[in-house]
């Protein structure tokens, strides 16, 4: 490349100078213009063509005079190169070559193989030779084609929509071919060659081929070429077959960095497909690609040998197959480190992983968001192979068969020093268990994590036997017994082993830290521990021992967050220094991190700095009982304190009677506080002379809204309290997180507490604010997971409520006697709909009265409108 870059820049030296003046595409020698055409001729034939210069042996440039700007030089025929040549325009969209949508552009043949032809900023468009190969270019035998700061756009051909190229050493940079159309290869074609791309973007190029052997490599078709592709992107590529962004074939060094493969698609291998090829992807990511029958992101096959690292792949899809992300088969080899498979699905094997009599060694990475049939994370199938996991982490991962984390089906399989946890599946959430595997120092905690073929983990509870299904090394930990792990290093039926949430802690991918005083943690009391370092890269021991798992804990103690309580009077907010009773034992509270948990049910708690942080609550209007929340607290370590418990008693007002000197008594309403478990409280706002804070008052609530009087008196009722902004939202949609915890606020006295559930769906995580009612609502069977989609099992908190379920969900919670109907109740709830008879019964309600031929029954519900639902059937109900 050295050699390339100084041949570009001293082609001056003893060059012949051609400059084009007409955008016209003619031969006329008596015209006193020098067209591309006659400039072609001339640098070809060493002799001067009308007003063009004769062109020199060596070098030739072609040069374009500014009259040509902006103005395409429409070819009725290819330009034909015969001899060295550059073409340097003006810039990308000011010089435009345009191939009239008939006609190539270039076409050089060298059989020499010593030529070259460069081209800079320049555009090529509209190129067009459906029969043959190379729309724009069509290049053979060159020594060097370079293509700096160039577009090719809008061309056809048989191969290579905008390039064809054949033994030729190719190096394209800061370009962009987009809207290329061939059967192989719509960007470039290239055979027998070398190619770098550098800067490049490839957009919107589509191999078209409808028979089985054509239609690959949308943006790039590589055949027997060294590839070296840096800095580029290939988005919204498609092929008929396989690789929509990059097909690659026979290649023994490809080399592929910091580039992207977004929103491409196949049948087979959405993003990039490798055969028969050797080498490396480092700082690729793969993003949005769609495959239909195997690999939406990543194909490495044939035999191949393909090392990825330092990755990403991100919300890629197989619709009807295999490997939402990444196919690996027929003997190939995959060393995968360093990096993140995430959001991936498929809708039969593995939404991240799926190997078919491949080796593959995966180190150092994270498999989380993940979605299949089987295999939620990966899959192997029963051809065989090998598959080692060492340093990694299966966290969050679904299938609604089996295995949420690894199908293991048939291949040798070593497991080491991985974490499986939060993954879900209808048996075996981490594992199912084809071929025995051979484990060590792992973390299984989501619970039913081993399952064996025909038989689900509940049966392995029961005392089924898995010696034969699976080999341990030991220092394993499952909370549960379902995979019989069988050394007496081994630690299950850990029913309080937990992990804290996924998320930064250094390196190069998310990890599940360890908890304070964790069972996982200096496990390695017995046997050799040689793992160097953790999935992070922070070596092992920390401590006097190694810890299982893919986090190796640094001995860094948690703070101690202790609960709190205050005492108020009605209508008055309590601000509370719940930090004042906290503390950390190797360290420093950041007060910075104080975190509310759970907001309470009824009521708002925020977060306050007023020169030290504390929390205020503040009560509803005209409120009375006892409420909770919870909150914790990091140290500057960055360790997570415990979650804390606030308790808050709000009383009625204390009234205190003065004798007057004529007997007459003077009456003031004051308030009062108490603090317990260390912690200080202050009350905001006394109420003197029978001052209250009314909290119902919103600035985007008036009584001319239609929702008013409804909203009010929920509020009122501590039902609907309003956003942590002191705004209503009454139009605002309102998602089944909101929806459910005024439902649940609508029939329970007291608010339920995190700590009394758990877990009730994947998607409700601890910690936030909506999963004390969530999961009453779930314990009270008024709510279940998504049953079909690709979200089987979820509860999606954001989702928006429908008409049919607000109605539904209103009467189920306050167990209405349901009216079946004779006749439909409106034009769009027919008599043979599941949903008829609640809106039948909400109807014989009075409830529906304003309604006359339709119900609308998908229609989004709003703050306001589930809050006239609720105020009218609690009404009619005389609630």
Known sequence: MAFLFALTTNAGAGAGRITVDTTLDNYDENDGLCSLRE????????????????????????????????????????????????????????????????????????????????????????????????????GSHLAYFTATDVTIKNSLADYGGAIYLHDTSTSISNSTISNNSAEY?????????????????????????????????????????????????????????????????????????????SNNSANFIGGLNLEESSGSLNYVDFTGNTAAYS??????????????????????????????????NNLSNLSLTNSTVSNNSANVFAGGLYAEEANVSVSYSTFNGNSAAEGGAMAESPMGGEIDLFNVTVSGNTASMKAGGFYISDASTDITFSTFTENTAYYANDLYLGAPPTVEANLFASGDSC????????????????????????????????????????????????????????????????????????????????????????????????????????????????????????????????????????????????????????????????????????????????VSFTYNVKDNDGATSNIATVTVSVTGPQNTNTGGGGGSNNSSTTTTTTTTGGGGSEVVLSAEEETVVDPCVFPDLDENHKNYTALMDLCARGIFTGNDDGTMAPDDEINRAEFLTVLVRSVTDADPLEDDFSSCFPDVISGEWYVAPVCYAYDQTWVEGYLGGDHVGYFLPDNSVNNVESVKMLLETHEVDLVEPTVAPFLDTPLDEWFTIYINTFKDLGLLDDLTDEFDPAKLMTRGEVAQYMYDMLTALEL
């Open 39 to 138: 400039a072609v001729e001339a640098a070809n034939t060493e002799t001067a063509v009308d007003t063009c210069t004769a062109g020199q042996g060596g070098v030739n440039i072609i040069l374009f005079d500014p009259v040509t700007d902006g103005t395409p030089i429409i070819l009725s025929d290819s330009l034909y190169i015969t001899t060295d040549m550059y073409f340097t325009g003006n810039g990308e969209g000011v010089t435009i070559l345009d191939g009239g949508n008939s006609n190539r552009i270039f076409y050089v043949n060298n059989s020499s193989e010593t030529g070259f032809l460069n081209l800079s900023d320049l555009t090529l468009q509209n190129a067009m030779f459906d029969t043959e190969n190379g729309g724009a270019i069509y």
């Open 185 to 261: 290869g719509a960007g470039i074609f290239i055979l027998n060659g070398s190619l770098n791309i550098t800067n490049t973007t490839f957009r919107d190029n589509d191999a078209t081929g409808a028979a089985f052997s054509y239609g690959a490599g949308g943006g790039l078709y590589s055949s027997y070429t060294d590839v070296t592709i840096t800095d580029s992107t290939f988005s919204l590529n498609t092929a008929e077959h396989t690789g929509g962004g990059a097909f690659i074939f026979g290649t023994s060094n490809v080399d592929i960095s910091d580039s992207t493969f």
């Open 295 to 328: 690999g939406g992101a990543l194909g490495i096959k044939q035999s191949s040998n393909i090392s990825v690292s330092y990755s990403t792949f991100d919300n890629n899809t197989t619709t009807d197959g295999n490997a939402g992300a990444i196919y690996v």
């Open 451 to 626: 399952a064996t073929p025909g038989h689900e983990a509940a049966l392995n509870r029961l005392g089924r036997e898995l010696v034969s299904r699976i080999y341990s090394n030991g220092h394993n930990v499952e909370i549960e017994n379902t995979c019989s792990l069988n050394s007496a290093t081994d630690h299950y039926d850990q029913s309080d082993f937990t992990l804290e949430p996924l998320a930064d802690n250094g390196g190069d991918t998310l990890t599940h830290a360890l908890p304070y005083g964790s069972v996982a943690i200096d496990i390695f009391t017995e046997g050799t521990c040689y793992a160097e370092d953790d999935q992070r890269g922070v070596a092992r021991p920390q401590g006097e021992y190694c810890d299982a798992g893919s986090y190796e804990d640094e001995g860094i103690e948690p703070p101690t967050a202790a609960d709190d309580s205050a005492t108020t009077v009605i209508n008055t907010p309590v601000t509370i220094d719940v930090l004042a009773n906290d503390s950390d034992p190797d360290g420093a509270i950041d007060a910075s991190t104080l975190s509310i948990v759970d907001a309470p049910l009824v009521g708002t708690s925020s977060i306050n700095n007023d020169g030290k942080v504390k929390i205020t609550y503040t009560p509803a209007a005209n409120q009375e009982g006892t």
